[in-house]
Nanobody, 118 residues
């Protein structure tokens, strides 16, 4: 079992920055790729990016050069640094942990709202 707690969302003006954090607890976290998905109103949830404990990154179409994913294995935490935010980045951002050894095992956080608006 893995528990995920997200933080760092909020309201930001266009051009601003936010850093999302997701702290994980549980066993064998090194076996999990951790990362971020987002879901905008009326749209499907989409991959932003995930990162393994070894640092391998899988990025989705929504991952832009304005975003950086990183992971601190000692703290069991994954981060998403977002810069030059745009209104189209407005979404609920969900943390995800996916087991890379046993297919089909994954966990979601509760989501954190990011709103980009003036």
């Amino acid at each position: 079992q893995v528990q995920l707690v997200e933080s760092g969302g909020g309201l930001v003006q266009p051009g601003g920055s936010l850093r999302l954090s997701c702290a994980a607890s549980g066993s064998r976290l090194s076996s999990y790729a951790m990362g971020w998905y987002r879901q905008a109103p009326g749209k499907q949830r989409e991959l932003v990016a995930t990162i393994t404990s070894g640092g391998s990154i899988d990025s989705g179409d929504s991952m832009s050069g304005r975003f950086t994913i990183s992971r601190d294995n000692a703290k069991n935490t994954v981060y998403l640094q977002m810069s030059n935010l745009k209104p189209e980045d407005t979404a609920v951002y969900y943390c995800n942990a996916k087991n890379t050894i046993v297919r089909g095992i994954g966990y979601w956080g509760q989501g954190t709202q990011v709103t980009v608006s003036s």
